[in-house]
C-alpha cells in the first residue's frame, strides 16, 4: 500500500473492540491511566500514550498520520488554525536577535506577524523577490535561522524554484518551511526538494467544505520536537472533532484536487479571451511568466486563477457585485467557488507600496474554482465581466 489515494483513506486510528469501520470521534479533554504507575511513565516520556487532548488526541493522532505519510515528513503538529501553526513554529524554532528571510510574497497575517509582532521580541526580517534569484543569497546574514516561502503564493501564485532554494538553504544550514497549502501534497511535495518544515492552513482544500478551522506543520523530527514542546505549553492545538472532520475529508483529497485543477485551467483558459481582462494568471497556462517551472514541480496547476479587471478597484467591485452564483468570502479551497478582492480585504493592512510589490493591484480578483459544473463557473464569472464592459 504505497500511492497517496490508498493512504488518505486507509491510514486509520487503531480500531477499538467495537470493531467500528469508521473511525470514531474522541471527544474527551482526558485519558485515563491503568495504575499510578503507567501515569507516572507516560509522563516521564517512557511508555507512549495520550494524557491529554491539549497535547495528543487519536483523532488528532489519525490526520497527522496522514499529513505525514502524504509530505513524506517524519513527524508533526496540529493546531487550531493555519496561522496558529505559522506562528508556533517560528516561535518554537527563533530568538531573539534571529533573522527570517521570507519570500515577498505571504499572505497578510504572515507579514502581519513579521513587521509587527516578531519585531517586538528582536527577530527581524528581509524580503526577497522571487523573480531575483541572485538577491536571496545577498540577504542571508549569520543570524539568518529560517527561509520561508509559500508556493504558489497567495494571491499572486508566483512560483518559487523548490530544488533551487533546497540547495541554498542547505549551503547555509537554514531552516526551510514552505506553505504548501496552494498545491496540498497530491500536487506538490516539497520533501522532494530537501524542505524542513511543510505548512498547511487545514482550513482551506484539506477540509474542503468551509467547514473547520486547522493548521498543521509537518517534517524533519528534531524541529518538529521543538515546535510540540512549544505547543503543548502555550495551547494552539487542534480540537478532536475537527481533526476528525479533516482526516474523512482527505480521503477525497485526491479526486477534489483533480476536479478543482481541471475546472481552473478551463476557467483560466476562458478568460484569457474576455475583453474586460487585462491579465489572468494561473501556473498551467502557457502565458504564466513560471510556466515551464510549474509544470517541473507541480502535477497540476491547482484551484486558484486571479485576472487584473481592466478600470481599476470600480471596474472590480463591479464585477464583485454582479457575482451571482460564485460566493464573496475571504476563504479559499472551497467546493464552492469563491471571488476574492485582495486589495480591499485579505492584504488589505499591507501598504499601497507592499501590495504593489507583490502584485496585488486594484483590479486583482482571486477566484478559489470550486467543484460546480464548469459551464456553471464560467457562466457567471463571463456575465459578471460583460457588466464591467458596459458599465
Request: contains cysteine; hydrophobic residues 40%; aromatic residues 8%.
Amino acid at each position: 500500500m504505497s500511492k497517496k489515494e490508498t493512504k488518505a483513506i486507509r491510514l486509520q486510528a487503531k480500531r477499538s473492540h467495537n470493531r467500528e469501520h469508521s473511525v470514531p470521534l474522541y471527544l474527551t479533554s482526558s485519558f485515563m491511566f491503568e495504575d499510578a504507575e503507567q501515569a507516572r511513565a507516560i509522563f516521564a516520556d517512557e511508555e507512549q500514550g495520550n494524557i491529554y487532548s491539549r497535547y495528543s488526541n487519536p483523532n488528532v493522532d489519525e490526520l497527522l498520520e496522514k499529513v505525514c505519510y502524504l509530505e513524506k515528513a517524519e513527524d508533526g503538529f496540529a493546531f487550531s488554525s493555519g496561522m496558529a501553526a505559522i506562528f508556533s513554529s517560528l516561535a518554537a524554532l527563533l530568538k531573539s536577535g534571529d533573522h527570517i528571510l521570507a519570500a515577498r510574497a505571504v499572505f497578510g497575517s504572515t507579514h502581519q506577524l513579521l513587521t509587527k509582532v516578531f519585531s517586538k521580541w528582536g527577530i527581524t526580517f528581509s524580503y526577497a523577490d522571487v523573480s531575483n534569484p541572485d538577491e536571496w543569497e545577498s540577504l542571508i546574514t549569520p543570524a539568518t535561522k529560517i527561509i520561508l516561502v509559500e508556493t504558489p503564493s497567495n494571491p499572486g501564485l508566483e512560483i518559487i524554484d523548490l530544488e533551487w532554494l533546497g540547495k541554498l538553504s542547505k549551503k547555509h544550514n537554514l531552516i526551510l518551511a514552505v506553505d504548501n497549502c496552494f498545491a496540498t501534497p497530491m500536487l506538490q511535495t516539497p520533501a522532494d526538494y530537501g524542505t524542513d518544515l511543510i505548512i498547511h492552513s487545514a482550513t482551506k482544500y484539506m477540509d474542503g467544505q468551509g467547514r473547520v478551522l486547522g493548521g498543521l506543520v509537518v517534517g524533519r523530527a528534531d524541529l518538529i520536537a521543538e515546535i510540540r514542546f512549544f505547543s503543548r505549553h502555550t495551547g494552539p492545538a487542534m480540537s478532536p472533532f475537527n481533526a476528525w472532520v479533516i482526516s474523512r475529508s482527505l480521503e477525497t483529497l485526491s479526486l477534489r484536487m483533480d476536479k478543482h485543477c481541471s475546472n481552473a485551467l478551463q476557467l483560466a483558459q476562458t478568460l484569457e479571451k474576455h475583453e474586460a481582462v487585462e491579465v489572468v494568471r494561473y501556473p498551467f497556462l502557457p502565458s504564466f511568466p513560471q510556466y515551464e517551472l510549474a509544470r517541473k514541480q507541480m502535477k497540476q496547476g491547482g484551484g486558484i486563477v486571479t485576472l487584473t479587471i481592466k478600470g481599476g478597484f470600480d471596474a472590480a467591485k463591479r464585477f464583485l457585485d454582479n457575482l451571482d452564483l460564485i460566493s464573496l468570502s475571504s476563504n479559499l479551497g472551497d467546493t464552492r467557488t469563491i471571488a476574492t478582492h485582495p486589495a480591499s480585504t485579505t492584504h488589505s493592512k499591507l501598504t499601497e507600496e507592499e501590495r504593489q510589490a507583490t502584485g496585488i493591484t486594484p483590479g486583482l480578483v482571486r477566484v478559489s474554482v470550486g467543484l460546480e459544473h464548469v459551464e456553471d463557473i464560467i457562466a457567471d464569472i463571463t456575465q459578471a465581466l460583460d457588466k464591467v464592459l458596459v458599465g
